[in-house]
């Protein structure tokens, strides 16, 4: 192998690169937040809201499951438009992660609802609980925590996918590198420090959501 390493202009850039970084894990918290409370709105809808509810949440979920994430970005910052709304290049790419995120956490959200049995939700009632806080203390946290590997997996999950995001130029990390490419021509080395940034944010997000679980989820299981 016959190639001289230079990062000299890797490192220039490293203001942009960190910038671009932020952006993605500015979206990334923002569609994580948002898309579990659209999450947490649809699962509750799917198993226990009216039919017509189910039939429209069902669609949402698969459709967002079935079609490409890039597809679904393109769709928001180029078709809308069409309809009169226009958003800029990092709202159009908030939402799409939103709605993508959201469809595929309402399944794991559902799943975990589902797995409270309805005997501890009629002992809750009996002991005179309201509705609201029988939901809260009963059915949502127990589901939260009984699925929180696999949601956070698929935060995790987002947060890499998001790259795509850079198709519509959103001015997230790998926008930031192809950019830097264009004029630098070092792909080899630029690509090996964006790799190894995307690596410390999912060791970071991985270490977040440890400390949540430990805070919010870290009590005995006494089902």
């Not at 999950?157 to 519509?168: G, K, R, Y």
Request: with cysteine; net charge positive; charged share 15%.
């Amino acid at each position: 192998m016959n190639y001289t390493f230079q990062f000299g202009d890797v490192f220039a850039a490293w203001p942009d690169l960190l910038q671009g970084a932020w952006l993605t894990i500015r979206l990334s918290l923002y569609a994580m937040v948002l898309g579990l409370l659209v999450a947490i709105t649809c699962a509750v809808g799917k198993t226990g809201g009216p039919r017509p509810i189910r039939w429209l949440i069902n669609a949402y979920i698969e459709v967002v499951r079935n079609t490409p994430f890039l597809v679904q970005i393109f769709f928001v910052y180029f078709g809308l438009p069409a309809a009169g709304i226009r958003v800029s290049a990092d709202t159009a790419a908030l939402i799409a992660m939103v709605v993508n995120v959201g469809a595929y956490a309402t399944e794991i959200i559902r799943a975990g609802i589902e797995s409270i049995s309805r005997g501890q939700i009629e002992a809750g009632l009996a002991l005179n609980l309201s509705k609201f806080k029988v939901f809260r203390h009963i059915v949502l946290k127990p589901a939260l925590r009984t699925v929180y590997p696999a949601l956070t997996s698929q935060f995790i999950l987002l947060m890499l996918t998001s790259a795509v995001v850079s198709a519509i130029s959103a001015d997230d990390l790998t926008s930031v590198a192809a950019n830097l490419q264009s004029t630098t021509f070092r792909s080899f080395e630029i690509y090996i420090v964006v790799t190894g940034i995307y690596l410390l944010m999912a060791m970071a997000f991985s270490f977040l959501f440890r400390v949540i679980y430990r805070i919010s989820f870290n009590y005995p299981d006494r089902r």
